[in-house]
């Protein structure tokens, strides 16, 4: 009997995420696929740009909510998944990452005890004053299956009490797609574009509240950036949340910090892999420069990552124009870190992620008990051992 997921996408990142495990449960034949899109990220560029480009099908189920308050926005994608779910009965509804899509569908399922599975579990940044740690500690309490990305998504869970019998670790699905599109985005010269030659610019990308929300704090950096762009050249695709911010403040900014409009996912990962150094507050951003080695300068004061700075180029540098343009010009001297390999960053989590999903679905139609290791698949056993993780006893299943 083929099991029925739905799965749940609703901003950029996501759909980066979904589309590897749609792959991958399609692969397995044994499921049959339900795709929700939130309408969380609605503009061209932002989303249907990102549908084509990663091959996703249209989705079956569109909730159209459009942007608003985090109450408001949170509020409407509850009231029009509810009826999604109470006429689709899945057996579970597979989420990604942290954003408000992710916990507002949690919720719902939750309540309707449909059971959970968070794609990119555990991750913590240890600051609540960050919209997306509201949302990672939420969907990972209501989760009956936690699929980490990285060893602190793993070791947070523990710290929080929650069962060895409910973490599989899966690795970085974002990495799977990247892994897909490589061909692509080794093919295409960003240069041609933007009349920038590899190796002789940088890239920034700035959302986050707390770098554009603050008139001061954008300002500061903007005037930091143009200074770094008077050395090398930079282009600053514009989230339209920034574009808005920096229109607000009315500055004048040199040609050589150059603002653009979004790009779409191969010219992302073609202009960060020739670029000598990126500037970024995205997860994911930390995560792709540390897997094409690429110097990544983080404008934040911590990162639920720690992995990208562990083994990858990612350096802290909050928003403090001094100390960006420190870390940058130490950059330009030759003085930063290397990338090592990522446990688990090898294009296959997908397949771990459908591996271990069917695992669990299957054992509660069975009632046996779920054996995480066993579902995690073949493809991990050497990985695992780098990773030192070791198990005890387990016997959850869904709920
Ligand atoms: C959201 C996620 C964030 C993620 C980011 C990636 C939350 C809490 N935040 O932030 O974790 O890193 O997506 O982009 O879920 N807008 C448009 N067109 C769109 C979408 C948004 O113009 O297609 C504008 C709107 O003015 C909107 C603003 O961007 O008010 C912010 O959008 P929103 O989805 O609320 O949050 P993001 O900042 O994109």
Redesign the pocket.
């Known amino acids: 009997m083929a099991h029925h997921v739905l799965l749940v996408a609703g901003?950029?990142?996501n759909f980066i995420k979904v589309a590897p495990v749609l792959r991958a449960l399609d692969a397995r034949g044994t499921f049959r696929v339900t795709l929700v899109h939130t309408g969380?990220?609605?503009?061209e560029a932002?989303?249907g740009g990102f549908f084509r480009t990663l091959g996703i099908p249209e989705p079956d189920v569109n909730l159209s909510v459009g942007?608003a308050s985090?109450a408001v926005?949170t509020a409407r994608i509850m009231e029009r998944f509810e009826p999604v779910i109470e006429s689709e009965r899945p057996a579970c509804i597979v989420v990604f990452g942290?954003?408000?899509s992710t916990a507002a569908c949690a919720l719902v399922a939750a309540k309707l005890l449909v059971p959970i599975v968070h794609v990119e579990a555990g991750l913590r940044s240890f600051d609540r004053t960050m919209?997306?740690e509201i949302?990672r500690i939420v969907t990972d309490a209501l989760s009956g299956l936690l699929l980490t990305s990285e060893p602190a998504g793993r070791r947070n869970l523990l710290a929080e009490g929650r069962p060895e019998a409910a973490i599989v670790d899966i690795g970085n699905v974002m990495i799977d797609s990247l892994e897909h599109m490589r061909a692509q985005m080794e093919a295409l010269e960003p240069g041609r574009h933007h009349g920038l030659a590899r190796g002789r610019y940088g890239v920034v990308t700035l959302?986050r509240p707390s770098n554009v929300d603050d008139p001061t704090v954008l300002q500061g950096v903007l005037q930091c950036l143009e200074r770094c762009a008077a050395d090398v050249p930079l282009l600053f695709p514009v989230?339209?949340?920034t574009r808005?911010r920096i229109d607000a403040l009315g500055l004048s900014l040199g040609s050589a910090l150059r603002l653009v409009d979004p790009v779409d996912y191969i010219e992302s990962l073609a202009l960060q892999a020739g670029a000598a150094v990126v500037f970024t507050d995205?997860?994911g951003i930390q995560e792709e420069a540390s897997h094409l080695d690429v110097p990544c300068l983080t404008l934040r004061p911590n990162t639920e990552r720690p992995i990208t700075v562990e083994l990858g180029t990612s350096t802290l540098v909050g928003n403090d124009p001094v100390a960006i343009e420190q870390a940058f010009l130490a950059i330009l001297a030759g003085s930063y870190k290397k990338a090592s390999p990522i446990p688990l960053w090898d294009g296959h989590a997908a397949e771990r992620a459908a591996a271990a999903i069917e695992g669990w679905l299957d054992s509660a139609a069975s009632d046996r008990p779920f054996d995480p290791d066993t579902a995690a698949g073949r493809h991990d056993t050497r990985a695992r051992e780098a990773l030192g993780v070791q198990r005890a006893g387990r016997t959850s299943k869904p709920r």
Do not use: C
């Open positions: 901003a950029r990142p969380q990220h609605y503009d932002m989303s942007s985090h926005q942290d954003v408000n919209p997306e949302n959302h989230h339209p949340r808005a995205s997860g």
